[in-house]
């Protein structure tokens, strides 16, 4: 079966995570995404390891597990941009697609044509999506940015970590994920008012402004107080008790978020005066008064081993999980059945291991046809089938370097 987005052309230009990953689903969803990449390099992240899937031959970088997480269903293109026949393969491939995405420094296509003030002229129904730090304008907007500082000056990292202890980053490239996930959700609406309008459109989006809008309650707990939120390690701001307790063996994350589940738990724990009394009878008076009910809590949850308490708590329908590591994760028998590990064939058809999309779509499915692409593994393909250039004006190209 086809899926949706099939004979949607999609190049993309940009490197790293979040271009990477909104092309990805783009890939999933059928569109034939096309990755141009630097002739002898490629993408940087094909050597962000160990680990590696594949180690590093005379004639291929090496092809790291990052560099794998976000390069399924592509096809690879090494082409010398900054050569005008390199340029011009790039307008012709730009020509017959319906998307482009790319994370250049703003201003940084200008000089070689492919700005999207230049592209509209050859590709008017073209979306453009242009991903960077800050944004296309502003006062900042020349600045780089990269996931970690985003973290930072975007106010994650200030409500992440324990509330005594220092800022922390999250554990994944979070701002880079959400702006791939965002950068696809334009695109496909873009695609949609595509049909109305009959034109293209610029899509601008900044990693900046993606962290911003999902700091979701965190940001309105400020914008409606005024007062900086503080950290709360594993607990939650405004919710209570909503964090990890330490059991018997080890640990459970207990997500209690209304009363009634609360007076379910106090009765499993005969410790029904918690819910009677004023100071933790309502989840507000709770919040208010956490430094003293949680060390009770904790006391009484150390009693008993996690999985005793999972058993006990799903009985009565409170909320409560185990904290897994990742060999945990991925043997979790609700993912095998849900079947979100993925094997997907590289250029010599060796299975490769990849996590696979959430989305389940009932008459599209998702399509897992390749795994990430060797650098410039598709380049004749693309050049011949796409282009309809010679074998004799692919090996000239060759010979003089402007692709490889």
């Not at 005969?270 to 956490?290: A, Q, T, W």
């Not at 430094?291 to 009985?315: D, G, M, R, V």
């Amino acid at each position: 079966m086809n899926g949706a987005l099939e004979n949607i052309t999609v190049i993309d230009m940009s490197r790293v995570l979040a271009g990477p990953w909104a092309s990805q689903m783009l890939a999933d969803f059928g569109a034939d995404v096309i990755k141009i990449e630097r002739p002898d390099h490629g993408d940087e992240t094909r050597y962000w390891g160990p680990p590696f899937i594949k180690n590093k031959t005379p004639n291929q970088p090496p092809q790291s597990a990052y560099y794998h997480c976000t390069n399924r269903n592509k096809k690879s293109i090494a082409i010398d941009i900054n050569k005008l026949d390199g340029q011009k393969i790039i307008k012709d491939l730009i020509v017959k697609s319906d998307v482009l995405i790319e994370n250049f420094k703003v201003g940084g296509l200008i000089k070689y044509g492919l700005d999207y003030e230049s592209i509209k002229k050859l590709n008017p129904n073209l979306i453009y999506c242009s991903i960077t730090g800050f944004g296309q304008n502003g006062p900042s907007a020349n600045r780089a940015g990269y996931d970690a500082m985003i973290q930072g000056e975007g106010g994650l990292m200030s409500i992440t970590g324990e509330s005594e202890g220092e800022p922390m980053k999250v554990g994944v490239a979070l701002v880079d994920v959400m702006a791939g996930l965002y950068s696809c959700n334009a695109i496909l609406a873009a695609l949609m008012a595509r049909n109305k309008i009959k034109k293209g459109q610029h899509i601008d989006i900044s990693l900046l402004d993606v962290q911003a809008a999902t700091l979701a309650n965190q940001g309105m707990n400020y914008l409606s107080t005024k007062n900086n939120p503080k950290r709360h390690g594993n607990s939650h701001p405004n919710i209570v008790p909503y964090q990890t307790f330490k059991t018997k063996d080890g640990r459970i994350i207990l997500a209690i978020g209304n009363d009634s589940q609360f007076k379910r738990f106090c009765q499993l724990t005969d410790s029904n005066y918690l819910s009677i009394d004023k100071k933790y009878e309502s989840n507000e008076n709770r919040v208010i008064n956490r430094e003293t009910l949680i060390p009770i809590l904790q006391k009484i949850l150390q009693t008993k081993p996690t999985q005793w308490w999972i058993n006990k708590l799903e009985s009565i329908d409170v909320p409560c999980g185990p904290v897994n590591k990742l060999s945990q994760v991925f043997e979790h028998p609700q993912l095998k059945h849900r079947k979100l590990i993925k094997q997907v064939p590289d250029k010599d058809g060796n299975l490769v291991d990849t996590i696979g999309s959430p989305i389940n779509l009932s008459e599209t499915p998702l399509i897992y046809k390749s795994a990430s692409p060797e650098l410039s593994q598709h380049c004749e393909q693309i050049l011949e089938s796409s282009l309809g250039y010679s074998k004799n004006k692919i090996s000239e190209l060759k010979r003089s370097k402007i692709i490889s």
